[in-house]
């Protein structure tokens, strides 16, 4: 089936290329030595007062940036800004001239529209496999890939739309500013959402400043090193366990845990590099993460754990359907579609559907046995942290693996095991080790306290110079690794 893109396991992934083609991802030596410096010079030395310019500039370079790796679908992203563009034009209209009858159907059409083009792409494929395997039919099962970062921008086209349609937000009258927040390169492929009111003023009015660029520079080589150092290590072990035919109570657990490390890292890692990015060119983009690890509960893993797209949900969906304002039975209704749909956004597979309705239940068990009550008292604390880590390690594990059978299978390696230690000793180089314990290190909020504790003691200079200079060795190791691999997938450029 030519559609479904699986980057949970980088084996495939080792020839450079993706099902979209060569794309040009942040941690890839033409977007790091030709594009960024590329688009950054040009950037700077159009003057500060030539703010559209500047703007033109980015919005070609984001085209650029998108169809370098399948240049076919740049018609579908400009069609849709386009469609989006009119559609709230004429949303916008109605509601001024109280014709909300009008404006309710011009805001569904979009809906629908929207929802319908995402769905085609991402789901289409895969229903009509499933219609196959379960029904006498034999429908020809489409070989069309996806649009690479599709769930992003459309969700992000959907908040615009809806905020106009609430009156919370004006509609765009240039449209090519409408063009630059949707396919703006930093956050174009995989986030974080930005709604339209969190950068609305920055379209026509922001400022680049030399500590802005110091900033943004030193939290792209952060995330950089993040992905590259990191994760990339973590994936090495992940995908050993996950490809085992040998699958021991060790090894279970070694790549568990170490799927949890890749995929915090990697796109926390995406993540902070986009903030970087954005930095760069005078723009401001929310955070994404806030130590995940750290959380003390499932409801706080979600107020930690992409944020955006928790935010999103809340926003445009939980909210609309009552919330928690409409009786016990109606919240727990409420949030299991919202968690149904968490998992559905990932992707066309009944794993990540379940992975989404494991936390909608976790987070009911929270809400009846009222745990949230202990959070604050810091005896239960290290136990709260355990029982979350847990819960979150199981439900990535449903989530990494290729089907449900596989996912089960693996999760009874871990609380089943049979004794052994396979191969997971060959993997366990002193390089390999160290990467790891830095990141089960860094996954906790220690560089924060580290910060709080500089200047409280009034070091905090001392502090943010060594972070500085500390940029320089991990850039280098960074290019060290880039050498020595051809291509480095982010796990959430397949949603």
């Not at 500047?54 to 849709?80: D, H, Q, T």
């Not at 021991?248 to 990697?266: E, H, N, P, R, V």
């Not at 979350?388 to 693996?401: D, I, N, S, Y």
Request: hydrophobic fraction near 50%.
């Amino acid at each position: 089936m030519g559609f479904y893109l699986d980057t949970r396991s980088s084996e495939n992934q080792s020839n450079g290329r993706t099902p979209f083609g060569y794309d040009m991802v942040f941690s890839s030596a033409v977007f790091l030595f030709l594009f960024l410096p590329a688009v950054w010079i040009l950037h700077t030395l159009i003057p500060a007062k030539y703010l559209r310019a500047r703007n033109i500039l980015l919005g070609i370079a984001s085209l650029l940036f998108y169809a370098y790796g399948e240049p076919i679908y740049i018609l579908l992203m400009l069609g849709s800004v386009l469609f989006n563009y009119a559609a709230a034009l004429l949303i916008a209209s109605a509601a001024q001239k109280g014709r909300d009858g009008a404006r309710r159907t011009f805001t569904v059409f979009a809906v629908i529209v929207n929802l319908g083009i995402l769905g085609f792409f991402k789901y289409v494929p895969w229903l009509v496999t499933l219609a196959n395997a379960h029904t006498p039919l034999s429908l020809p099962v489409p070989g069309f890939t996806m649009p690479i970062g599709i769930s992003f921008y459309t969700f992000q086209i959907l908040s615009y739309v809806l905020d106009v349609s609430k009156g919370t937000a004006d509609a765009q009258k240039n449209c090519f500013n409408l063009l630059l927040y949707i396919s703006f390169f930093p956050q174009l492929i995989a986030g974080p959402i930005v709604t339209y009111n969190e950068i609305r003023e920055q379209l026509t009015c922001r400022t680049v400043t030399v500590e802005g660029t110091a900033r943004g520079i030193k939290r792209f080589l952060f995330g950089l090193s993040k992905k590259l150092l990191i994760s990339n290590t973590a994936a090495v072990f992940a995908d050993a366990a996950f490809g085992s035919s040998d699958l021991t109570g060790a090894l279970a657990w070694a790549g568990a845990i170490s799927y949890c490390i890749q995929i915090y890292f990697d796109f926390s890692g995406y993540s902070d590099m986009a903030v970087g990015l954005a930095s760069l060119f005078g723009f401001r983009i929310g955070e994404n993460f806030r130590y995940p690890y750290s959380a003390v509960s499932i409801r706080d893993f979600w107020k930690r754990w992409h944020i955006s797209l928790t935010s999103w949900f809340r926003t445009y969906v939980y909210f609309p359907l009552g919330g928690n304002r409409k009786g016990d039975a109606r919240t727990v209704l409420n949030r299991y579609i919202v968690f149904f749909l968490t998992g559905f956004w990932h992707g066309a597979n009944f794993t990540y559907i379940l992975w989404g309705l494991w936390h909608g239940t976790l987070m009911m068990f929270e809400r009846v046995t009222n745990l949230g009550r202990l959070e604050e008292k810091k005896a239960f604390r290290p136990l709260l942290r355990l029982y979350t880590l847990l819960c979150v390690a199981v439900g990535f594990v449903m989530f990494r693996a290729p089907s449900l059978s596989a996912g089960f299978s693996y999760l009874g390696a871990m609380f089943a095991p049979r004794a052994g230690f396979s191969d997971l000793g060959a993997l366990l180089t002193p390089y390999a080790v160290v990467v790891m314990l830095t990141g089960l290190i860094l996954s906790a909020p220690v560089l924060p306290k580290i910060r709080e504790r500089a200047a409280a003691s009034g070091h905090a200079q001392a502090w943010d110079r060594f972070e500085y200079v500390l940029c320089a060795p991990l850039f280098a190791l960074c290019v060290m690794t880039l050498a020595s691999s051809s291509f480095n997938p982010f796990i959430y450029y397949i949603f």
